[in-house]
DNA sequence: GGATCGTAATGAGGGCTATTCAACAATGCT
DNA sequence: AGCATTGTTGAATAGCCCTCATTACGATCC
């Protein structure tokens, strides 16, 4: 149309972008396409096509597919994320708890296409770890970390579970609670499910402690009684 | 070699064989793929040819590859938990517990190519339900059902909580706790990671809690002290 | 023991993928 | 305007799953 674009074969329009420009429109395009039909119908021209270029220019900005789809993951959990609040801003151990828990299961039902591509396919990766997703899941952590910490401190909770526990628990349970709806077998309600969970968390950790160390040290003590009164008696003989 | 067989080409030797026979042909040939190469390595020709046979024959015992390799999940499914006892032959439901958890646990310690499959591939599919996956693991989730009703009735539980959300805790914690392991990062102890999400479930569902060994070990010290002052006293008199 | 016939097994190829790359052409610079 | 840079193309490649017409095994019958 205007300068810089000319027609080619049948109207076709041949026309070059900033890489800004390009990798926005194919990340838009990969991404409407697994929202729309999933991550497993994918394919590369599908995304070309949409993005109003062909196959081969997907190849000058992503290396390949997998990694074009592992892009649109992050992106999309980075916004999911976006608008976390600092727990330290909501008042009660409970409620940032329950805060937290519910604020996963309401990402997870806003994008369960990418989500369920964010489960099976990007976390079983070796380079998992390199990931922003993995980067994030890791500040969500250190949330709840912090929050049961403080917790302990203030005797509000009495027991400490390793933090590894802690978030296999977390994370396990809320993936967990929403394979159903992620299979399109029916609904659910974050704030609901939230409420259970936490709730179940919450008395999991309020429960009061067993107090062997204390029986451990009186067992000690008891134990130098008898052998005081053991060489007592030897002595005395 | 010998009468029913003959060579083709360069010594390719046809055989007819029984459907039983065959089709365990492809389904041990396509396990040990799996469990050498994991799942998505596994190509059908591969499958084959370790099979003996050629690429159209495995499509005339099996639709697809997919309901092919389902089949061996299946199968290494049932075989893995043949083995779980009935826990009302285990005392205590701590232990009942922690049995439980702890044979899923050594299930995907022994498998993990398998695993990972059955939690990437079959359990999000829409048929996941039509599965014998599904249906064993509908067994083993009636058992902590049970255990749970059982623990609730006589007191020893004082708190309810809605079978779902039980479920998806013990499985939810159970998976989670195994990733890093699936993702090849190091290895995990079935026993020790039992015993932990066991210990924060049943503290998490009980009134009181688990009395674990220690208390036994503390009392045969106790019983010791008392056998050296009874001892000590009969010497003396 | 030879002919018959249902069917196990074959292997070529079709259709669809992701991915590569040499050639081309739009743009910015001088 | 000419040139270098580099975004874009489109055809070609290789590998995959899967189909199907053809082949020939081997049980059955006479």
Known sequence: MTTGTVRKRRNRVVTRQSQDVRVADILKAAREIVAENGYEGVTVSEIAERAGIVEGTVYRYFKNKEELLLKVAEDWFVESFADLVDVSAISG????????????????????????????????????????????????????????????????????????????????????STWRFLRGEGDFDPAEIADEIAAVLYRGMSAKPPEDDKFSLLVDRLEKVADRLAQDAAGKS
Chains 1, 2 share one sequence.
């Open 93 to 176: 151990t409970y409620n940032k708890l329950r805060y937290l828990i519910w604020h996963s299961l309401k990402t997870i039902k806003a994008g369960p296409a990418i989500s369920r591509f964010i489960m099976t396919e990007v976390r079983p990766k070796p380079d998992y770890k390199e990931t922003a997703v993995f980067d994030i899941n890791r500040r969500y952590t250190a949330q709840i970390r912090n929050l049961f910490a403080e917790a302990i401190r203030s005797g509000e909770f009495s027991h400490d579970v390793p933090e590894r526990l802690l978030r296999d628990m977390v994370f396990g349970t809320i993936e967990h």
